[in-house]
């Protein structure tokens, strides 16, 4: 099993950065491909970048590729999302989730969810 925290996220003005960290308990972490989410107000759930176990397997769909990138620590139990050039669109809370197997890009085929971090952006 294992939990997920979020963090990182925060007030940031319109062009700016942030980098967003998913803390993960559990002993096989290693095993688990990472993805991020993200769901605005009334909007549906939105796949933004995901981490294969390996590592060799990467995805980021073209409305944010270029902006975000997904990296993992599995030493330290860790996955991070960097943000740039943030935009008002990409305001949100935002979801570190956990599946055991291949990278997918639907919510309903991960198993373990954080609570999320909301990243507003002013402009």
């Known amino acids: 099993q294992v939990q997920l925290v979020e963090s990182g996220g925060g007030l940031v003005q319109t062009g700016g950065s942030l980098k967003l960290s998913c803390a993960a308990s559990g002993r096989t972490f290693a095993s688990y491909t990472m993805s991020w989410f993200r769901q605005a107000p009334g909007k549906e759930r939105q796949f933004v970048a995901g981490?294969?176990?390996?590592?060799?397997?990467?995805y980021t769909p073209d409305s944010v590729k270029g902006r975000l990138t997904i990296s993992r620590d599995n030493a330290n139990k860790m996955v991070y999302l960097q943000i740039n050039s943030l935009k008002p669109e990409d305001m949100a809370i935002y979801y570190c989730?956990?599946?055991?197997?291949?990278?997918?890009?639907?919510?309903?085929?991960?198993?373990?969810w954080g609570q999320g971090t909301q990243v507003t952006v002013s402009s």
């Open positions: 981490l294969s176990w390996t590592g060799d397997s990467a």
């Open positions: 989730a956990a599946r055991l197997g291949v990278l997918k890009y639907a919510g309903d085929d991960y198993e373990y």
